[in-house]
């Protein structure tokens, strides 16, 4: 049996610091954790197109361990339940309710859908007129479709066949009566037998021409794998009424996505099929995208691109051929398209790279050329015939173009702006879009047309206040409309009119929780539409400050400084741990730029560092890890020393005001972060002890290429083994807690990462503990395991902190 066939397996590690290992039950985090992640999650919130709704989705607490060990299986990168025929590890809803925005009051009218009882609810979505919601719930053995009437509250499971949703969203709506949905065919039949006895080799071969690939995990391995894969993402396409029966269209395949167009005549198909791949996954396989009538009948081949297993490690590197392919968001029915003009080979000098193509119903003439981008084209919004936003950008130089073009003339792209990527402070924004006239969202303009709006952070070094400005789209000059202030942090969830006059807003602080808000900029006045609650009040007397200092070469840093809740300095400095992630920048003065804003609530969820504070420790979060390669200069030949260079920078900066003594701080990070507190602990003395949670630590295990890293191994040899914290394992002379999900399937983190780590330590003398925990994948989920987790981050920062500080203490 292949990997990819087993069914997820139960198995707790826990290495002591000894040569042995043992199998050790959940563990459970002193109070307050437990009842913090207990507590009900504040409500995810959705806009109805027509502005007039909110629909609050109440989210399920952390799932148990035994939903999360469901069957799965792991094929072409995707992870399904083959029970329900959906994803595995969904992130589902317990219920769904209405508040009207339109009444204006204090007090909204709110009503709650009519769902069934412990249903898990996913993927919610308005029709174009606001009037049903379609949502899905999943039972133990199927994923079915509902829709609610908003005037009613009613709800009732759609006259359909069982959902496919193995592979994205399963359903669309086509107009507001209609949807088209992914469903399971009824001939299916059963599940391909898998035969334990080989019938034969596995093997694989290479042309002679260079294929490299980042490392990916859950791949197919033999041919059972496609028979299992074929089986379970196969699917057809239904026509779904919201008042009668459904109507199955064309013919079953691997069907990636389904678009309909905005005219509701036609949809987009994008489906996969063989030749199937063992060293890419489902998004690499080949691709069919066509145009179908809603009987199903093929109107236009867009392209049926080939597998693509060749291609440059390279960020800028993309797929030759037609790609992105969507509709025209302003127009009934015309198909838009980016095309390679280097055959996506950024190694290529070209003067433009993307060509963005046009072609309207009936799809029998030439696509027309909308644009050619000196960048690869990231988003273009839609307005009219006389208007449309393009986004290009181009990773290796960290720049950015953003133009306005003319779809419906042959004449030249306007730009708005040219940037850094890096530079956040100057930011433009987003621009904001609506429903439009076809019920699709496109560009909101002021009525003349002149002036259209954007929304963004608005990152400063006071950190963020986010901002809605206005932007003539003839000369791309801003006028700041309004600004979020102190003590709020405040940001746009949508713009309720042309002139922008009322607008609906998120708006948090330090003490109040998120809550949406109605604001007239006019009149200044705000109406409270939600009054959610604090989930974690036993976390509110902690305090935080957004602090800065430099490193040793001049360069800015910033981080967030939590001290625990009466915290009283004259009793002396606090155990601390520190919770980082380096990040690569071009320039110095883009990775001095402060991130994040002191007036957000904060409370911690899941398996978070921040539960520490209620454990009387001090956190320095997220302090600033700049890799910075100026000019032609590669940010990692030098990564070792910066990231030295800024933890010292963190450790001096806390130190000297107090709040921390040298002796007792404590590293840790996740994923990348992880990869960093190894590094660290080999290359430095200044952390007591380390927590490294779903770490990559040998980087020879991916050698074509990692985080921000574009060359490969056999080009930075020297890089790859001096940032690799394996090769230096025996320089790791403090105690490390590693921690690992069993069924992490992120890119490069393969679980035999920490399993060569800490034999390496241990293999060395070290003082190291392993926790790998069952069916757990690169983040976190079940109640058990998050419980567990932060059980071993308290009882290992006890250990190695707060017991040398008692020690200390002793006379």
Known sequence: MTRSMRLTTVLVLA???????????????????????????????????????????????????????????????????????????????????????????????????????????????????????????????????????????????????????????????????????????SDRGAEPTRSITPTGPVVQEASGRAAPNRTYQDLLETPADERLFEHYATSRIAIVSADGPARLIGDAGIHLSVQPSPDSRYLLVTTSHRPFSYVVPVFRFPQRIEVWDLEGRMVKRVTDRPLIEEMSIARDATVPGPREATWRQDAPATLVWVEALDNGDPSRTADRRDRLVALAAPFDGEPRTLIDAGYRIDDVVWASDRLAIVSEGWWKTRRERISAITPGAASGPRLLFDRSSEDRYGAPGSFVTVPGPLGTPVLLTTRDGRFAYLTGDGASTDGDRPFLDRIELATGKTTRLWRSQAPYYESVVTVLDADARRVITRRESVTEAPNYFLRDLRANRVTALTEFKDPAPQFAGVTRELIKYKRADGVDLSA????????????????????????????????????????????????????????????????????????????????????????????????????????????????????????????????????????????????????????????????????????????????????????????????????????????????????????????????????????????????????????????
Request: hydrophobic share 40%.
């Open 560 to 811: 967030t400084l939590y001290l625990p809740a009466g915290y009283d300095r004259s009793r002396g400095p606090l155990p601390f741990l520190f919770w980082a992630y380096p990040q690569e920048f071009k320039t110095a003065a883009a990775a001095a730029q402060v991130r994040g804003s002191p007036y957000r609530f904060v409370r911690p969820q899941g398996a978070s560092h921040l539960f520490l504070l209620t454990q009387g420790y001090g956190v320095l979060d997220d302090p600033a890890m700049p890799i910075v390669g100026e000019g032609s200069a590669e940010p990692n030949d030098t990564y070792i020393d910066q990231l030295v260079a800024g933890a010292k920078a963190a450790v001096d900066e806390v130190v000297r005001r107090g709040v921390a003594d040298r002796e007792r701080i404590a590293i840790g990070g996740h994923s990348y972060g992880a990869f960093m507190t190894a590094n660290l602990l080999a290359h430095s003395d200044l952390f007591r002890t380390g927590i490294a949670r779903s770490g990559a630590y040998n980087r020879t295990l991916t050698p074509f290429g990692f985080q921000a890293e574009e060359r490969d191994f056999w080009k930075a040899q020297d890089t790859y083994m001096k940032m690799s914290p394996f090769t230096y394992a025996h320089q790791i002379n403090e105690p490390v807690l590693m921690i690992h999900g069993e069924a992490d399937n992120n890119s490069g983190t393969f679980p035999v990462q920490s399993d060569r780590m800490f034999a390496a330590i241990k293999g060395n003398g070290g003082v190291v503990r392993y926790v790998l925990l069952p069916s757990e994948s690169h983040g976190y989920r079940a109640r058990e395991s998050v419980g567990h987790v932060l059980w071993e981050m308290v009882e290992w920062l006890d250990r190695y902190v707060k017991e040398r500080q008692r020690a200390s203490a002793q006379p």
């Open 15 to 185: 290495a002591l610091p000894t040569v042995t290992g043992a199998q050790e039950g959940y563990r459970q985090p002193p109070a307050p954790i437990a009842a913090i992640l207990d507590a009900q999650q504040t409500p995810a919130v959705f806009v109805s197109p027509d502005r007039g709704w909110l629909l609050l989705a109440e989210r399920a607490s952390l799932p148990s361990i035994a939903e999360l060990s469901e069957p799965e299986l792991r094929l072409a990168g995707l992870r399904i339940n083959p029970r329900t025929g959906g994803q595995s590890r969904e992130m589902t809803g317990t219920g769904l309710r209405l508040r009207a925005i339109a009444s204006g009051t204090s007090a909204p009218s709110e009503r709650r859908i009519e769902t069934p009882p412990g249903a898990r609810i996913g993927a919610p979505q308005w029709s174009e007129d606001s009037k049903r919601i379609a949502f899905t719930v999943t039972s133990d053995s199927m994923v079915s479709l509902w829709i609610a009437d908003v005037a009613t509250g009613s709800a009732r499971r759609a006259d359909a066949p069982s959902l496919n949703a193995t592979i994205g969203s399963p359903c669309r709506w086509i107009d507001t009566a209609r949807l088209a949905c992914k469903v399971i065919p």
